[in-house]
């Protein structure tokens, strides 16, 4: 049973108290306090001590950051049973090269408020040694199983069941930088961000079919290219995973994205239109629409049992693991970079993305040119958005409201002649192709 004040006090320290019953009679008061996070791999604060009536005691707390956090006793005075956790724990003892790590499987549900969702997760804690036998236990692991990384503790995941937002979309973040921090860190800060976006929207993805959802999570996935992108005058980015295992993955989502674009957005915006035309011929429109969630619901499919496979847990495992421990690009100049203040360079860096992406647009507009566009304006998108806190205000708007504005006009003219394709191979009556084809290329902007 997890405890936290009424307007949980806790919660906002990024703290956890808890009572566990360990066994028939054993009972263990744990503290967890906040600390170093970088998606599924944390460095947190952890006490923990028996209690043989099962009941909170602040006595146990003396020695722990509570004291000072609570000297008088308030917040211990008011906290009540907020949330349950039931589950059967199996847990292993590994001695990896030196280091000694333990491996606990929680199969079981959180349960808040008379609401429950499922628990199995598999946490691997250092005992003793070096962070890096962490990996590779859950490499071991991750031959036979698949594994994704998840950002979300216990707690936490019983906080935003309560709310009704477990499985809610989770967008950018960008980090807190300053212009003081070192180059290297910047570079980290901002890789990992865009990869918990991916990542903790894959995990999301296994149970939800809202479309935010998997566009969050494809979002999360092009700055996490971009940024590497950004960063890749540094020099060779050392030891970056080859990528080729989650290519399948990658291409069904965006597969299900044009799909669901097309169901949710496209033919709904054109449906008045065509209903003002052929009000007393809407049966085909109707067997459009069907025909178009049943595939949709097909590919969705495909989506989760590609995420089963443990090639793609493998893949996201090691980039956690460079991400974490072997990344920050050294760069060509390591003893330039790795002291020398941030905004500088990153300046300048944005600068050409926005002078390149300003001359395509004045160019002839192509289908290629165009693609290279679309790139070019996701890039500085995203790298303004990232890096914000170091750029020119003024000049950082107007780059980021450019380079949003041709996205959109593009991704919109791309999702509507998708959508035309998806009616083609869905074997809508031609009259309708025609119709959409006419909407689109002539009278699209009326008609939504």
Known sequence: TYYDTPDQALRRQSMALRVRQVGEAQWLQTLKTGGAAGGALSQRGEWEAPVPDGRLSRAMLAATPWAEWDADGALFAALQPLFTTRFERLSWVLELAGSRVEVALDLGQVEIDGHSTPLCELEIELLEGEPAALFDAAWHIGQ???????????????????????????????????????????????????????????????????????????????????????????????????????????????????????????????????RSLHAK???????????????????????????CDPAVGRCLLLLTRWLELESALPGRHPARHAKHPAAHWLRQRIAKLAAQMQATAKGRLGPKAQHRLRIQSKRLRYGVESLRSLLPKKRAERWYHQATQLQTDIGLARDRLLAIRTAERLLAPPGMVLFLRDAVLHGGSAAL
């Open 144 to 274: 036979q199983l698949s594994l994704l990384p998840l950002h979300m503790s216990k707690a936490e995941r019983a906080y935003r069941l309560a709310a009704g937002t477990l499985d809610e979309p989770l967008r950018a973040r960008p980090p807190l930088l300053t212009r003081q921090m070192a180059l290297g860190s910047v570079v980290q800060s901002v890789l990992r961000e865009s990869f918990l976006q991916f990542t903790a929207n894959l995990y999301s993805l296994r149970a939800s079919d809202a479309p935010e959802v998997l566009h969050q999570a494809r979002v999360g996935w092009r700055r996490f290219k971009s940024g590497l992108q950004l960063f890749k005058q540094l020099g060779k980015r050392s030891g970056l995973p080859e990528l080729a295992a989650l290519k399948p993955l990658l291409a069904q989502m965006a597969q299900v994205r044009d799909l669901d674009v097309a169901a949710s957005e496209v033919f709904p915006a054109f449906a008045a239109s065509y």
């Open 281 to 307: 011929r809407m049966a085909p429109w109707h067997r459009l629409e069907d025909a178009l969630a049943q595939d949709l619901a097909q590919q969705r499919a495909v989506l989760r049992q590609l995420l």
